[in-house]
């Protein structure tokens, strides 16, 4: 969705068409992708099962959430590191993690400090980490990491006409004063809207006054 303003004309706005396409760069959709897989693999494979959350409010990357839970069938563990630098998914064969004999004895399960130093070792030395069970926590989690993802964009679009150089005389430029080659722009962008009075989606623009 992109968004232009006349002062004399009245607001615009352009619905994108099906044949507008916008292309990322390779690190752009590589860093997306990521995001959406790690909403998808909490949603799918903690959210609504018995898992294990554990936060620290200090450590070297400040602020760590850490979830576990294990999966059904191949005796893995399923990790989540959440810190200010970003998210990332571990998978970790439990048989892999050592348990003191003691715990096997008394059938313990595994430390949350014996997980982390086999899926990411030195990660958190030295950092306590507290389990949570506060049942509010995973939905807070999951609503986090949903916050981050940019599923739109909205941008602006305007016209410096032969001998304007700033943004006063921009804005006061009429729609019939800009050229054929910024109205062909805009019909390659989608379709374009007059907002005033306009009862459909107005992207947050003035839909009364000219």
Known sequence: ??????????????????????????VQESLLQE???????YREHFF???????????SPFGPVSISVVEEDHENN????????????FLVVNA?????????KCLSLPLTINAVMRQAKPGFLNSVRLNLCKNPILPNALLETEERQIIRSYKFGVCYLGPGQSNEEQMFSTTWEQTSPAFSGFLKFLGETIRLKSWKGYRAGLDVISR
């Open 77 to 88: 563990l399923f990790v989540i590191i959440r810190t200010s630098q970003g998210t990332e």
């Open 95 to 103: 048989a892999s993690i050592h348990n003191p004999w003691f715990r």
């Open 35 to 41: 995001a959406e897989k790690n909403i998808i693999r």
């Open 48 to 58: 609504g099962r018995e898992h294990q959350n554990y936060l620290a409010l200090q």
């Open 1 to 26: 969705m992109s968004a232009f303003s006349f002062q004399n004309s009245g607001f615009c706005q352009v619905e994108t068409t099906p044949s507008a396409k916008i292309t990322l760069s390779g």
